[in-house]
């Protein structure tokens, strides 16, 4: 549920009338409601009652700082990928012992910088990047926490470029190789195994990959804590799919998917005080973001009709990227006029600048507003300024508030950042 809706023709987030920040802040811009973002983490939370649970934001869906900071004040934590989003997390008064650090690369200096602030757990994804966490910690007099990213070869049947969980991809280590990586923990000073994490993928739809990954976990859990390993951390990643308003993904709701944990680490629990790490990205944020732009022109085409947006691919990367399906609605609503079928495109040169295909929405002209749902994640944190367009600013409101909290990085300043070497 996300608080987006028509009131008398018009589109509102929350109590503000899009119209009014369109006014203020031009097109294309993102806009995100804090109800929303809350609602969803709350929900997420109550999911997973009865647990000791730290819910870990995935940054990357939505690094803005003031979106971070907003989901600090309810309790998050972060996931983070980089050094760049550890500084973002810290940035936003979230403390180390709330993040997390997944990735496949992490370098040197991003392990300095969280060892420094004393993160939670480090995901680690390989032995190499282990034994270079090891050297680190020593050299800072440190003890990396650490928890190892298996691979349980897991199909998440999702789109190929989000699934992680097979052996194929390049994400964590073998499952059948973990216990032996956890044995030479035991050697390294600069280390210590606390915990298990698995993430197979993102907008699963579907609960059996995740309950067999998760059970793969448990029982490596198990073994782990009879060889000596004092494992008490959990980290089960993010990956709940969202609805995107295409009805054949019909993701489970927060609350069965909580259910499912629940049934699979119960036997576990009685015996042992388990904390268990969650970290959601999509289904936080996902929905509780849009993006509105302007008609600039229609073009009749043979035998289709074009919307010619001012967002574009550099916009909104997610449907040239993945062919992902975004909702498309008139921002002014007119309820009688009878609707046509329209390809909504984009002014960038590349024909993969397309955001919808065939959709049946009222006639739209020059000057209208359009709002593209469920934009929240993976939308903003992808733009880019492709074809010197400038880079797409971010609002958020709360109530009968907005505020703008990435301004629009106009092509002046784009251009500015070129550099001419003093032979040309
Ligand atoms: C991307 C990612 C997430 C978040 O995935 P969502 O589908 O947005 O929930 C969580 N953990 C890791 C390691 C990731 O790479």
């Given at each position: 549920?996300d608080y987006f809706?028509h009131?008398?023709?018009?589109?509102?987030?929350e109590?503000?009338?899009?119209?009014?920040?369109?006014?203020?802040?031009?097109?294309?811009?993102?806009?995100?409601?804090?109800?929303?973002?809350?609602?969803?983490?709350r929900?997420?939370?109550?999911?997973?009652?009865g647990?000791d649970?730290?819910?870990c934001?995935a940054?990357?869906?939505?690094?803005n700082?003031a979106?971070?900071?907003?989901?600090?004040?309810q309790?998050?934590?972060?996931d983070?990928?980089s050094g760049?989003?550890?500084?973002r997390a810290?940035?936003?008064?979230?403390?180390?012992?709330?993040i997390?650090?997944?990735g496949?690369?992490?370098?040197p200096?991003?392990?300095?910088?969280?060892?420094k602030v004393g993160?939670?757990?480090?995901n680690?994804?390989?032995e190499?990047?282990?034994?270079?966490l090891?050297a680190?910690?020593?050299?800072?007099?440190?003890?990396a926490?650490v928890?190892?990213?298996?691979?349980p070869?897991?199909?998440?049947?999702?789109?190929?470029?989000?699934?992680?969980?097979?052996?194929?991809?390049?994400?964590?280590?073998?499952?059948?190789?973990?216990?032996?990586v956890?044995?030479?923990m035991?050697?390294?000073?600069?280390?210590?195994?606390?915990?298990?994490?698995?993430?197979i993928?993102s907008?699963l739809?579907?609960?059996?990959?995740f309950?067999?990954?998760?059970?793969?976990?448990?029982?490596m859990?198990?073994?782990?804590r009879?060889?000596g390993?004092d494992i008490?951390?959990i980290?089960?990643?993010g990956?709940?799919?969202?609805?995107?308003g295409?009805?054949?993904?019909?993701p489970?709701?927060p609350?069965?998917?909580g259910?499912?944990v629940q049934?699979?680490v119960?036997e576990?629990?009685a015996e042992?005080?388990?904390?268990?790490?969650f970290e959601?990205?999509?289904l936080?944020?996902?929905?509780?973001g849009?993006m509105?732009?302007e008609?600039i022109?229609?073009?009749?085409g043979d035998g289709?009709?074009?919307?010619?947006l001012?967002a574009?691919?550099?916009?909104?990367?997610r449907?040239?990227?993945y062919?992902?399906?975004h909702n498309?609605?008139?921002?002014?609503?007119?309820?009688?006029?009878e609707?046509?079928?329209?390809?909504?495109?984009?002014p960038v040169?590349?024909?993969?600048d397309?955001f919808?295909?065939?959709?049946?929405?009222?006639?739209?002209e020059a000057?209208?507003?359009?709002?593209i749902k469920?934009?929240?994640a993976?939308g903003?944190?992808?733009?880019n300024?492709y074809?010197?367009?400038?880079l797409v600013p971010?609002?958020?409101?709360r109530?009968?508030q907005?505020?703008?909290?990435?301004h629009?990085?106009?092509?002046?300043e784009l251009i500015?950042?070129d550099?001419?070497?003093?032979?040309?």
């Amino acid at each position: 549920m996300d608080y987006f809706f028509h009131k008398d023709g018009s589109m509102f987030a929350e109590d503000v009338d899009l119209h009014e920040i369109a006014r203020e802040v031009g097109t294309p811009f993102y806009v995100y409601s804090q109800s929303t973002l809350e609602r969803h983490l709350r929900v997420f939370d109550d999911a997973m009652t009865g647990l000791d649970r730290l819910i870990c934001f995935a940054v990357k869906a939505n690094s803005n700082v003031a979106v971070l900071k907003l989901l600090a004040k309810q309790g998050a934590g972060a996931d983070v990928v980089s050094g760049g989003e550890l500084k973002r997390a810290l940035k936003a008064g979230i403390p180390g012992e709330r993040i997390v650090f997944s990735g496949v690369g992490k370098k040197p200096y991003e392990m300095d910088a969280a060892l420094k602030v004393g993160i939670k757990q480090f995901n680690v994804e390989s032995e190499p990047e282990l034994e270079v966490l090891n050297a680190r910690a020593i050299k800072l007099g440190k003890v990396a926490p650490v928890a190892l990213r298996i691979n349980p070869d897991v199909d998440a049947k999702t789109h190929e470029k989000i699934s992680t969980g097979k052996a194929e991809n390049k994400f964590g280590i073998s499952w059948l190789k973990a216990r032996d990586v956890y044995e030479k923990m035991k050697e390294m000073d600069g280390i210590a195994p606390v915990g298990v994490d698995v993430h197979i993928g993102s907008q699963l739809t579907d609960l059996e990959p995740f309950r067999l990954a998760f059970t793969k976990v448990i029982e490596m859990v198990k073994d782990l804590r009879e060889a000596g390993h004092d494992i008490t951390q959990i980290d089960l990643g993010g990956g709940l799919g969202i609805p995107y308003g295409d009805s054949a993904e019909a993701p489970p709701l927060p609350s069965v998917y909580g259910q499912m944990v629940q049934d699979v680490v119960k036997e576990m629990m009685a015996e042992v005080d388990l904390e268990f790490i969650f970290e959601p990205g999509r289904l936080i944020a996902g929905n509780a973001g849009i993006m509105v732009s302007e008609v600039i022109y229609v073009k009749e085409g043979d035998g289709r009709k074009f919307v010619i947006l001012d967002a574009a691919m550099n916009d909104l990367a997610r449907p040239a990227m993945y062919d992902a399906y975004h909702n498309i609605d008139p921002v002014n609503l007119s309820e009688e006029a009878e609707e046509e079928l329209v390809d909504f495109v984009g002014p960038v040169c590349e024909s993969g600048d397309t955001f919808a295909k065939g959709r049946l929405i009222q006639p739209l002209e020059a000057g209208d507003l359009v709002a593209i749902k469920s934009a929240g994640a993976y939308g903003a944190v992808m733009s880019n300024s492709y074809n010197t367009r400038a880079l797409v600013p971010e609002v958020l409101v709360r109530g009968d508030q907005f505020s703008i909290i990435r301004h629009r990085i106009e092509v002046d300043e784009l251009i500015g950042q070129d550099q001419i070497p003093n032979w040309v």
